[in-house]
């Protein structure tokens, strides 16, 4: 794998990481706490679903979601259903509540899980992947390497970015009221409902 081969993976893979997605909008929301514990626990869940999932692609995974029409269809409504309760979720959510100590490591530790589980109960990620990083891999060479190297580049890349989105939140939290913090948390939520419906019309490709 040449430099060339990496800048442009990189290139690419920021311009797809950019674009709001679930858990996009769930670290800004976490930054909303100004808890960089939140935050960074949130950021450290989709970073590592970001090394599994390309682990997960590595040794064929993706290709047996692919093919296997069950398998596809199971991991997508359980995709859909846990966008749809997590969207439930951050709309009930108080505000007030998260500027308190009270139970910070219970919360960094749901703000994780939410963020490794969200990405990982949604097939487009895993069919992404399968779609993307082979584009990118030189068969003459031994592939491991190149997999491992890909997936740090693809955590480190979705870290940066979900930081910048936790930092928005957190400037948002000093400039809101309440009540507009509760506004934001609604907007992130009705965004999240909106991907659920979207992924519950997905439909594989070679369908």
């Known amino acids: 794998m040449t430099?060339?081969?990496?800048?442009?993976?990189?290139?690419?893979?920021?311009a797809v990481t950019v674009t709001p997605?679930?858990?996009?909008?769930?670290?800004l929301a976490n930054g909303t706490s100004r808890s960089w514990r939140i935050a960074g626990m949130g950021i450290l869940g989709a970073a590592l679903s970001d090394l599994l999932l390309i682990g997960a692609v590595s040794v064929g995974?993706?290709?047996?979601?692919?093919?296997?029409?069950?398998v596809f269809s199971t991991v997508k409504w359980v995709g859909v259903l846990y966008l749809v309760w997590l969207a439930v979720q951050l709309w009930r959510s108080q505000p007030?509540?998260?500027?308190?100590?009270?139970?910070?490591?219970?919360?960094?530790?749901?703000?994780?899980?939410?963020?490794?589980?969200v990405s990982l109960s949604n097939p487009k990620g895993l069919l992404f992947f399968s779609a993307f990083l082979p584009q990118f891999i030189n068969t003459a060479e031994p592939q491991a390497l190149q997999y491992i190297t890909l997936a740090l580049l693809t955590a480190a890349l979705d870290s940066v970015v979900m930081a910048c989105y936790a930092t928005g939140g957190a400037q948002a939290a000093r400039f809101l009221t309440v009540k507009g913090l509760r506004s934001l948390n609604r907007a992130c939520a009705s965004a999240l409902l909106s991907l659920a419906l979207f992924l519950a019309l997905y439909r594989r490709a070679n369908r």
């Open 3 to 14: 430099l060339a081969t990496l800048f442009l993976y990189i290139v690419t893979c920021l």
């Open 96 to 117: 007030a509540a998260l500027t308190t100590n009270n139970g910070a490591s219970s919360t960094a530790a749901t703000a994780f899980s939410r963020s490794l589980l």
């Open 61 to 70: 995974l993706g290709a047996l979601l692919a093919a296997s029409e069950a």
């Open 21 to 27: 997605g679930p858990t996009m909008l769930l670290a």
